[in-house]
Nanobody, 123 residues
Framework: QVQLVESGGGLVQAGGSLRLSCVAS????????MGWFRQAPGKERNFVAG????????YYTDSVKGRFTVSRDSAKNTMYLQMNSLKPEDTAVYYCALRVGTSGVYTSEYQYWGQGTQVTVSS
């Protein structure tokens, strides 16, 4: 069983930065991808960024391109999300997820989820 634990959320002013971390533990898979999703109050959970674990290819939703960077440290089984130039509309609970197989951008494609970490950006 895979377990995902996020950390690094908090309160930051607009224009500031935060770095989220997600540690994965449990049974490894040969091919998998990991992603970050976010959910604002009253809204659906949406894809933010993802990374293919083998090869490190990354992909982003348009609204965060140029501001957010997803990366991974294979030795630590950890994925990161560096968030710069944060905006109030980035406020949400951020979730880490893992998908067995290739990359994906839909919540239904991911089998494992973390508990989420709150990110609040004040104006």
């Amino acid at each position: 069983q895979v377990q995902l634990v996020e950390s690094g959320g908090g309160l930051v002013q607009a224009g500031g930065s935060l770095r989220l971390s997600c540690v994965a533990s449990g049974r490894p898979f040969r091919t998998y991808a990991m992603g970050w999703f976010r959910q604002a109050p009253g809204k659906e959970r949406n894809f933010v960024a993802g990374i293919k674990w083998n090869g490190g290819n990354t992909y982003y939703t348009d609204s965060v391109k140029g501001r957010f960077t997803v990366s991974r440290d294979s030795a630590k089984n950890t994925m990161y999300l560096q968030m710069n130039s944060l905006k109030p509309e980035d406020t949400a609970v951020y979730y880490c997820a893992l998908r067995v197989g290739t990359s994906g951008v839909y919540t239904s494609e991911y089998q494992y989820w973390g508990q989420g970490t709150q990110v609040t950006v004040s104006s």
